[in-house]
């Protein structure tokens, strides 16, 4: 009965995770299903359809990184397939990276819809810019073999990868209760899904951890905690 209590909680961050990707998954895939079909260009759609490249890139790679990223955070997977960790790594790496760098490029580039504005295009490029930057600073740090750094700084990107769920959920409820957001209210409404996910980030990378209780391994296996990131 423990072991399977022990199962489930070890799959409830990566289970959350994975709901929380949900709807921005399936809207991209929509929407590569829509430009492979050869939409119709609307009000809507037409810097897509005009260039499509950009926000397919964006779209696959931040699928990529939203699911496959869940993962990484079930430590008992990890201990038991130990070499999970280094291989999805060589995907996410890239693919966070292309996902922060694609975002950028929609802000600067695409033109702007009218309910867009300056303030929601400077926090869409902040984020993207920093989201990248995380990544490449913990690619770095697990080079330079800082697990400590390497993982603070993979879970800061991933949160920041994630922000589009959060986004759905804040726009969610302020519509809920408010009604349809103005432009600043929504682009006030996109930066705290980002901060909101920093906040929990910064709370897992900063929670004091637990030592690994167990009992003693055979000789020559290592049964030491692998942390997250």
């Given at each position: 009965m423990s072991v399977n209590?022990?199962?489930?909680?070890?799959?409830?961050?990566?289970?959350?995770?994975?709901?929380?990707?949900?709807?921005?998954?399936?809207?991209?895939?929509?929407?590569?299903?829509?430009?492979?079909?050869?939409?119709v260009a609307t009000p809507d759609n037409a810097r897509f359809v005009a260039d499509p490249l950009p926000v397919l890139v964006h779209i696959v790679s931040a699928t990529v990184y939203c699911l496959l990223g869940a993962f990484q955070f079930a430590p008992g997977f990890r201990r038991r397939r130990p070499g999970w960790h280094r291989a999805a790594g060589r995907l996410l790496v890239p693919a966070g990276i292309a996902t922060g760098l694609s975002g950028v490029w929609m802000a600067v580039f695409y033109p702007l819809l009218p309910i867009d504005g300056g303030l929601l295009i400077g926090l869409r490029i902040s984020f993207g810019a920093a989201m990248a930057a995380c990544v490449v600073l913990g690619f770095v740090a697990i080079r330079?073999?800082?697990?400590?750094r390497h993982r603070a700084w993979m879970i800061r990107g991933y949160a920041l990868g994630q922000?589009?769920?959060?986004?759905?959920?804040t726009h969610l409820f302020w519509i809920l209760i408010v009604g349809p957001p103005g432009e600043l209210a929504r682009a006030l409404l996109h930066a705290a899904g980002?901060?909101?996910?920093?906040a929990v980030a910064e709370w897992v990378i900063r929670r004091p951890t637990r030592p690994v209780r167990s009992s003693p391994a055979p000789s020559g296996v290592d049964r030491s905690p692998v942390q997250p990131g």
């Amino acid at each position: 009965m423990s072991v399977n209590r022990s199962g489930r909680r070890e799959w409830l961050i990566p289970t959350c995770l994975v709901l929380l990707s949900l709807v921005p998954v399936v809207a991209g895939a929509v929407r590569v299903a829509d430009l492979s079909a050869g939409a119709v260009a609307t009000p809507d759609n037409a810097r897509f359809v005009a260039d499509p490249l950009p926000v397919l890139v964006h779209i696959v790679s931040a699928t990529v990184y939203c699911l496959l990223g869940a993962f990484q955070f079930a430590p008992g997977f990890r201990r038991r397939r130990p070499g999970w960790h280094r291989a999805a790594g060589r995907l996410l790496v890239p693919a966070g990276i292309a996902t922060g760098l694609s975002g950028v490029w929609m802000a600067v580039f695409y033109p702007l819809l009218p309910i867009d504005g300056g303030l929601l295009i400077g926090l869409r490029i902040s984020f993207g810019a920093a989201m990248a930057a995380c990544v490449v600073l913990g690619f770095v740090a697990i080079r330079r073999r800082d697990i400590t750094r390497h993982r603070a700084w993979m879970i800061r990107g991933y949160a920041l990868g994630q922000g589009a769920g959060s986004q759905f959920l804040t726009h969610l409820f302020w519509i809920l209760i408010v009604g349809p957001p103005g432009e600043l209210a929504r682009a006030l409404l996109h930066a705290a899904g980002w901060l909101i996910n920093l906040a929990v980030a910064e709370w897992v990378i900063r929670r004091p951890t637990r030592p690994v209780r167990s009992s003693p391994a055979p000789s020559g296996v290592d049964r030491s905690p692998v942390q997250p990131g």
